[in-house]
Each structure stands twice: as structure tokens, then as C-alpha cells.
């Protein structure tokens, strides 16, 4: 990955390059963020920068991820006995030399193993510290990313903090992870934080138009999505064409909500269609929720006479935007988003998505009547 290729985010890059001039490399850092603001990316970059200092060959060779000085942990799931990530990293690096902002959820699905639980195990550290223990392939630095690091167990945190405390002469560990909340303080305590903020709406603005062919209204329609997130950005555009599909399941679901208040018999309706979506695999499920988000925060706009803002609407198969705008106000929006939100945490930490879906649905269809 070059400095180049990073969508935005250059007082970061900047400050990373400096710390690699001025020789004030930390021998650990924890870059947090989500993935879509491009922590692994700038974490590929630095490797590549610090590495390249050293030998000129070596760009290249972490570009395609194969350099022998440059290791990797992220999550797996168990197979056999163990769950190391060496076992995995033919896949990893086919899913980042491809799409280098991808998400948990993309790994996840990309190994078709959504409902398995992805971990960093007590085993991977041992791993690790084995090849640690080994001198350097090239006689230099050498470097251990672990991507997602706040998947790390209690015994896999507690063995790493001993490689933490002590690591081998010439090692540079990076993390990444989303946020601070699962991960152990003393890890924290023993790294150097770098907050990689949201990514300017501009600066996705311009690598969509750089690198996709599409039309400047449907990028800005993305970008007003996406909040700061290419990864999401870049979702939204490979799933345009599956927004009829959303679209269709949305007025179905506001239709049946509507209706179960006088008619209690349209619920069976309602569990129908949480069984259709519970039928997808996760990723494609969490998309639809960012639609659904969309939606309803674009219908409160229509709802307000806020109409320059509204750059989307529902119409086809007869469905009433401005009618159903009417219906989403300061007395439900609050509600309506959490309850999306909570089914979105939900799903990530793998619950039954039958009992999620129509949990959701069932909730809406109480919401939705309810009147400012």
C-alpha cells in the first residue's frame, strides 16, 4: 500500500512519515479507528516506509504482502484444535491486496463463516513469539501487524502483553482495532495511540470519482451515506443493484406496520418477512439496515420541509413518500434508529437474526404510530 493510494487523512500521514524521518519510530502503536477510515491501510504504508528505509527492495514485496520480515495476526475461527491466522493468510491476503478497507464483516464473509466466532487465540501469540524469537530473513527491522486486535481473548491478551513488555531486538508491533473498550489497560498502558479519524466527505468524494464510473449525483448520494467511511462508500456502490430489492422490503415492512395496528392478522406478515432477510448472510442483513437508517432520517428531513436535503425518495410501486413522511417525527426517529442500531449489534455479535429481524419489526410497527 503506498501513501498515495489512502483516500485522504494527510496530517496523519504526514505525522507517520515524520516519526520515520526523524527516527522516533514507537516500537508499539495502536491505530484506532474503523476500518472504512483506513487503519490498515496507513499501517501497510508505514510497514512499507520503514521497511523500505532499510532496503529499497522491500516496497514491493510488502505491496503484495509477502515480504518475510513482515507478519501478521488477525482473527480466525477454530479448525481442528487450534485457530492460528497462518492457517488463514492466503485468504487474508487475497481479501486486502483486493479491498484494502475491508471490514470484520467482510473477512467473515469472505470465509463464508458468519455465524463461527472469530477470535485472536492463546495460541496464535505462541505462534507468534516463535517466529519472533527467530533473527531477521533480511537483517533488519521486523514487524508484527495485528489487525482487529480488540478480538484478542483474555489468555491471548495476557500472553501478548509479555511479547509487549519484552519484545526482540528490532521489532515493531502495530495494531489496529475500533476501539479502546475491549482491550486490556495494561496493553494499553504499553502502546502509543493514533486516532485515525473519519475520512473527509472531499477526499471520498474524489477517490470515487478517481477510481469508479459514475455519475457526480450518485457520488454525492454515496458520500452523504457513507459519513467518513470508504469502506461503506465503496458497499454502497457495489450494492446499487440491490436497492430494489431494499426498496421493496422497506414498503413492504412500513405497509404491514401500518396495518397491524387495526389488523393484528398482518403480523404474520411481518414474521414472514423477517424470515426472508434472516435468510441472507450478514453482511448483505447490516446493508439493509444502513438503508432502512437512510430512509427514515431522509423521510424526518421531507417531514421538516428540509427538502433540498432530501437527495433520495421512495415512489415506485405506489408508495406515498409524502405520506409516510408525515409519520416519522421528533416522537419517533430516536427510537426507530436505536432500535436499528441495537438489531446491528445484534447481528455483529452473532445473534439469531429470525428473532432479531422480527423483534425489529414488530417494534416498528409500535413506533411508527406514535404521534408528536
Same mark, same amino acid.
Given at each position: 500500500?503506498?501513501?498515495?493510494?489512502?483516500?485522504?487523512?494527510?496530517?496523519?500521514?504526514?505525522?507517520?512519515?515524520?516519526?520515520?524521518?526523524?527516527?522516533?519510530?514507537?516500537?508499539?502503536?495502536?491505530?484506532?479507528?474503523?476500518?472504512?477510515?483506513?487503519?490498515?491501510?496507513?499501517?501497510?504504508?508505514?510497514?512499507?516506509?520503514?521497511?523500505?528505509?532499510?532496503?529499497?527492495?522491500?516496497?514491493?514485496?510488502?505491496?503484495?504482502?509477502?515480504?518475510?520480515?513482515?507478519?501478521?495476526?488477525?482473527?480466525?475461527?477454530?479448525?481442528? /484444535?487450534?485457530?492460528?491466522?497462518?492457517?488463514?493468510?492466503? !485468504?487474508?491476503?487475497?481479501?486486502?491486496?483486493?479491498?484494502?478497507?475491508?471490514?470484520? !464483516?467482510?473477512?467473515?464473509?469472505?470465509?463464508?463463516?458468519?455465524?463461527?466466532?472469530?477470535?485472536?487465540?492463546?495460541?496464535?501469540?505462541?505462534?507468534?513469539?516463535?517466529?519472533?524469537?527467530?533473527?531477521?530473513?533480511?537483517?533488519?527491522?521486523?514487524?508484527?501487524?495485528?489487525?482487529?486486535?480488540?478480538?484478542?481473548?483474555?489468555?491471548?491478551?495476557?500472553?501478548?502483553?509479555?511479547?509487549?513488555?519484552?519484545?526482540?531486538?528490532?521489532?515493531?508491533?502495530?495494531?489496529?482495532?475500533?476501539?479502546?473498550?475491549?482491550?486490556?489497560?495494561?496493553?494499553?498502558?504499553?502502546?502509543?495511540?493514533?486516532?485515525?479519524?473519519?475520512?473527509?466527505?472531499?477526499?471520498?468524494?474524489?477517490?470515487?470519482?478517481? =477510481?469508479?464510473?459514475?455519475?457526480?449525483?450518485?457520488?454525492?448520494?454515496?458520500?452523504?451515506?457513507?459519513?467518513?467511511?470508504?469502506?461503506?462508500?465503496?458497499?454502497?456502490? /457495489?450494492?446499487?443493484?440491490?436497492?430494489?430489492?431494499?426498496? /421493496?422490503?422497506?414498503?413492504?415492512?412500513?405497509?404491514?406496520?401500518?396495518?397491524?395496528?387495526?389488523?393484528?392478522?398482518?403480523?404474520?406478515?411481518?414474521?414472514?418477512?423477517?424470515?426472508?432477510?434472516?435468510?441472507?448472510?450478514?453482511?448483505?442483513?447490516?446493508?439493509?439496515? =444502513?438503508?432502512?437508517?437512510?430512509?427514515?432520517?431522509?423521510?424526518?428531513?421531507?417531514?421538516?420541509?428540509?427538502?433540498?436535503?432530501?437527495?433520495?425518495?421512495?415512489?415506485?410501486?405506489?408508495?406515498?413518500?409524502?405520506?409516510?413522511?408525515?409519520?416519522?417525527?421528533?416522537?419517533?426517529?430516536?427510537?426507530?434508529?436505536?432500535?436499528?442500531? !441495537?438489531?446491528?449489534?445484534?447481528?455483529?455479535?452473532?445473534?439469531?437474526?429470525?428473532?432479531?429481524?422480527?423483534?425489529?419489526?414488530?417494534?416498528?410497527?409500535?413506533?411508527?404510530?406514535? =404521534?408528536?
Amino acid at each position: 500500500m503506498n501513501w498515495e493510494n489512502i483516500a485522504g487523512q494527510e496530517n496523519l500521514k504526514k505525522l507517520l512519515k515524520d516519526s520515520i524521518t526523524e527516527n522516533r519510530v514507537s516500537h508499539a502503536q495502536l491505530f484506532i479507528g474503523k476500518e472504512g477510515y483506513g487503519t490498515l491501510p496507513l499501517v501497510l504504508a508505514y510497514a512499507r516506509e520503514i521497511l523500505k528505509n532499510e532496503s529499497e527492495h522491500a516496497a514491493s514485496k510488502v505491496e503484495h504482502l509477502n515480504h518475510l520480515d513482515l507478519h501478521f495476526s488477525f482473527p480466525v475461527f477454530t479448525e481442528g /484444535k487450534t485457530a492460528v491466522s497462518k492457517n488463514r493468510f492466503d !485468504d487474508f491476503r487475497e481479501m486486502i491486496l483486493n479491498s484494502p478497507y475491508a471490514s470484520f !464483516d467482510d473477512w467473515t464473509a469472505h470465509l463464508e463463516s458468519e455465524n463461527k466466532q472469530f477470535f485472536i487465540s492463546a495460541d496464535e501469540v505462541d505462534d507468534q513469539n516463535q517466529k519472533f524469537a527467530l533473527k531477521s530473513f533480511e537483517g533488519g527491522t521486523k514487524i508484527l501487524i495485528v489487525w482487529r486486535a480488540d478480538k484478542m481473548n483474555v489468555a491471548a491478551s495476557n500472553k501478548f502483553l509479555k511479547f509487549l513488555e519484552e519484545p526482540p531486538e528490532k521489532t515493531i508491533i502495530l495494531l489496529t482495532a475500533e476501539s479502546t473498550d475491549d482491550i486490556l489497560p495494561t496493553i494499553l498502558s504499553r502502546t502509543q495511540l493514533i486516532e485515525v479519524p473519519r475520512i473527509n466527505d472531499e477526499d471520498i468524494e474524489a477517490y470515487l470519482k478517481n =477510481n469508479f464510473q459514475i455519475s457526480t449525483e450518485k457520488i454525492k448520494e454515496i458520500v452523504h451515506q457513507a459519513q467518513g467511511n470508504l469502506n461503506d462508500a465503496i458497499n454502497f456502490l /457495489k450494492s446499487e443493484n440491490k436497492n430494489p430489492e431494499f426498496e /421493496k422490503l422497506f414498503v413492504q415492512w412500513v405497509r404491514d406496520a401500518f396495518m397491524v395496528k387495526k389488523k393484528p392478522e398482518f403480523l404474520k406478515n411481518i414474521i414472514l418477512w423477517a424470515r426472508e432477510i434472516a435468510g441472507w448472510n450478514r453482511e448483505k442483513q447490516k446493508n439493509f439496515l =444502513n438503508y432502512a437508517s437512510e430512509i427514515f432520517r431522509l423521510a424526518l428531513l421531507q417531514n421538516y420541509q428540509s427538502q433540498d436535503l432530501v437527495y433520495k425518495k421512495i415512489e415506485a410501486n405506489g408508495f406515498n413518500w409524502e405520506g409516510f413522511s408525515k409519520f416519522i417525527s421528533g416522537a419517533n426517529i430516536i427510537s426507530i434508529l436505536d432500535e436499528i442500531n !441495537d438489531a446491528d449489534l445484534h447481528l455483529t455479535r452473532n445473534g439469531n437474526p429470525k428473532i432479531v429481524w422480527t423483534d425489529l419489526g414488530i417494534k416498528l410497527s409500535r413506533y411508527i404510530h406514535k =404521534n408528536s
